[in-house]
Antibody
């Protein structure tokens, strides 16, 4: 079965960077993209971006462009999301999710990681 | 970007009752609309994609309908495990966006 296992919680100071990992199993990693979604405490879901695990192409939310970098390591079936110049409003649970099949530029998310809490605080 | 407006914000119902959740898009997304269920402390789970295709992990008391700008998620008879927050998401136009969620709570 499809599984996405994320790295553990992080506490960072404002201005620092964080890198979250997402290890996939149970499917052919390079056949599906990985999306990232975040959820601030008590709030709704916000799309961060996605990466093609096939060719590494990425697309990210305009408000995060320049601060977010998404990469993959196909040898370990792991996706990474790095966010730099952290601010207090970046505090959120960050989820990775496997995109569905037969999708175009954007897609629904058919399997999710357990989430990684990133806390930005001085 | 497309704005999704979900209503109501909270739905207070009893087990066995019917739940009707609405998701309205600011412009057409044709049928590129998904629904997710999220329980406290858990990741969202895909429930419906393509506006009406239910995933195998959910029973047939869940159904999705609509196209264009107006969509509905219906739970025909609420079971105790159905009380959760439900989000819609459009993927017909970039960037993909989510509604603010509808909480289905026990009355």
């Amino acid at each position: 079965q499809v599984q996405l296992v994320q790295s553990g919680a992080e506490v960072k100071e404002p201005g620092a960077s964080v890198k979250v990992s997402c290890k996939a199993s149970g499917y052919t990693f390079t056949s599906f993209g990985i999306s990232w979604v975040r959820q601030a405490p008590g709030q709704g879901l916000e799309w961060v971006g996605w990466i093609s695990a096939y060719n590494g192409n990425t697309n990210s939310a305009q408000k995060l462009q320049g601060r977010v970098t998404m990469t993959t390591d196909t040898s370990t079936s792991t996706a990474y999301m790095e966010l730099t110049s952290l601010r207090s409003d970046d505090t959120a649970v960050y989820f990775c999710a496997k995109r569905g099949p037969y999708c175009g530029k954007d897609c629904y998310l058919e399997a999710w990681g357990q989430g990684t809490l990133v806390t930005v605080s001085s | 970007e497309i704005v999704l407006t979900q209503s109501p914000g909270t739905l207070s119902l009893s087990p066995g009752e019917r739940a009707t959740l609405s998701c309205r898009a600011s412009q057409s997304v044709t049928s590129y609309l998904a629904w997710y269920q999220q329980k406290p402390g858990q990741a969202p789970r895909l429930l419906i994609y393509g506006a009406s295709s239910r995933t195998t992990g959910f029973p047939d008391r869940f159904s999705g309908s609509g196209s264009g700008t107006d969509f509905t998620l219906t739970i025909s008879r609420l079971e105790p495990e159905d009380f959760a927050v439900y989000y819609c998401q459009q993927y017909g136009s970039s960037p993909p966006t989510f509604g603010q969620g509808t909480k289905v709570e026990i009355k």
